[in-house]
């Protein structure tokens, strides 16, 4: 059922999957760990953005609203005419899909065959009890540091130099602007979030013909400032939109952006980072490409606000640490919630 460049889903996942196998939607919906699958899930656009207007006769302002007002709202929003051309795009999806073609066995000795970092590529769900806890992909998440201290230059690294320069470009942007909304000016992003700081992942979601409820990737939120991502139009990303899980419609010409925690703790809880997940498809793969608009691990997060702060200040590798733990002690995130100040309940 496999090829030998698809990781070994069935092999690793045989005894979750024979547990489930006679009645899988009892035990989806069970598990701990987010919404049940079998739920129907209706599919919408969420806001769609012209940039173009940011170089209207009023500044841009109208614009600028919409992209704060999507960020409040939804967490979510869309972006046409975003300044990445088309051959960008087609170039990294054809250098992506050739690296994921190549022999799993291969792929897993991802740093001396594609001098990226021990650890980058990654599959599947390794600390998975249950059926709710798989996630039914495989991914190379990329430190950009690799691509800008690499030695050797080939077609995949070239491409992505090219995509993460041109959307870093539109990252920085897109956060002046919602600090600019915000009320508050300084020079925190171009200090604190360069190139060399910032991450690219490759996914892609092989097809799962055994039940459409399974993950592509577990429910989550983004322990970033802006997610950036670029998706093929076979669909599957849902968000949590008024306690519903929404399918996000794919449009062609757009970006999607999303708001991650460090945002939504800078902001003092202003922007919202949504919970969002992928299904998978029983039928055809699917690719997506997502930019991760990160500071520094030394780079301090604290709210911009005046008002009385949700969450206490912390460092970017202090928020990793303790993911990192939760998810090895808990096998998941927490994320945002550990990091609330004291309230009457924990007195």
């Not at 088309?86 to 992506?96: D, F, G, H, Y």
């Not at 009890?129 to 495989?138: A, D, M």
């Not at 700081?197 to 055994?210: G, K, V």
Request: glycine share 6%.
């Amino acid at each position: 059922m496999e090829s030998n460049s698809d990781p070994p889903f069935y092999e690793a996942y045989k005894v979750l999957l024979d547990k489930n196998r006679n009645n899988v939607n009892d035990s989806f919906v069970s598990c701990e760990g987010g919404g049940g699958g079998g739920v129907v899930v209706e599919e919408r656009e969420v806001p769609v953005i012209d940039l173009r207007w940011l170089e209207g006769e009023d500044g841009g302002e109208e614009c600028k609203t919409e992209i704060a007002r999507a960020s409040k709202e939804w967490g979510f929003f869309q972006v046409v005419n975003h300044g990445i051309s088309s051959e960008i795009l087609k170039k990294m999806r054809v250098e992506q899909e050739k690296v994921f073609k190549q022999p799993f066995e291969q792929k897993v000795k991802e740093d001396k065959f594609f001098n990226f970092s021990a650890g980058t590529y990654r599959w599947g769900s390794p600390s998975a009890t249950c059926i709710r806890q798989l996630s039914w992909s495989e991914a190379f998440h990329i430190p950009l540091s690799d691509i800008i201290d690499s030695t050797g230059s080939n077609s995949l690294s070239s491409a992505i130099e090219q995509f993460a320069s041109t959307v870093s470009s539109l990252a920085q942007r897109l956060a002046d602007i919602l600090e600019e909304k915000m009320g508050h000016k300084s020079t925190f992003f171009q200090e604190n979030c360069l190139p060399s700081t910032c991450y690219l992942r490759l996914n892609r979601y092989p097809p799962c013909p055994l039940f459409s409820e399974i993950h592509g990737l577990m429910p989550h939120t983004d322990s970033d400032f802006l997610t950036i991502l670029h998706q093929d139009q076979v669909g599957g990303l849902q968000l949590v939109k008024d306690g519903k899980w929404i399918a996000v419609k794919p449009n062609p010409d757009a970006l999607i952006i999303n708001i991650g925690d460090l945002f939504q703790a800078w902001s003092n809880g202003v922007y919202k980072s949504v919970e969002h997940r992928v299904m998978t498809n029983t039928r055809v793969e699917r690719f997506s490409t997502a930019y991760f608009f990160c500071p520094s691990n030394e780079s301090v997060i604290e709210s911009c606000t005046t008002e009385p702060a949700v969450y206490r200040k912390f460092s970017f590798m202090e928020y990793r640490q303790q993911i990192r733990e939760d998810v090895q002690n808990l096998g998941s995130k927490i994320g945002l919630p550990r990091f609330l100040m004291q309230t009457t309940h924990d007195a």
